[in-house]
């Protein structure tokens, strides 16, 4: 499904995905508190909001961008895999 997207697209998308996991720690309902204090649900949805993390997942977007890049004008591109 991504595979055919161009690196901007993957980018964005991963980004939104990221931070709306992240401002979706600002609900504090019970019922999803109560997900969020199993271990998957934890994992998954994390507990607590933190400014940080939005520029920890943008540097890390962005590095991973650069590295496409990088293997890009290698020649390297992506394997094929058929």
Request: net charge neutral; charged share 10%; glycine share 10%.
């Amino acid at each position: 499904m991504l595979i055919n997207q161009s690196i901007k697209w993957v980018s964005i998308a991963s980004l939104l995905f990221c931070y709306s996991i992240e401002f979706s720690q600002l609900y504090q309902a019970t019922w999803i508190n109560s997900i969020r204090h199993t271990v998957i649900g934890g994992l998954i949805l994390g507990e607590t909001f933190v400014w940080g993390d939005l520029l920890c997942y943008t540097v890390g977007v962005g590095i991973g961008m650069l590295v496409n890049r990088w293997l890009d004008k290698r020649g390297s591109g992506h394997p094929d895999l058929s």
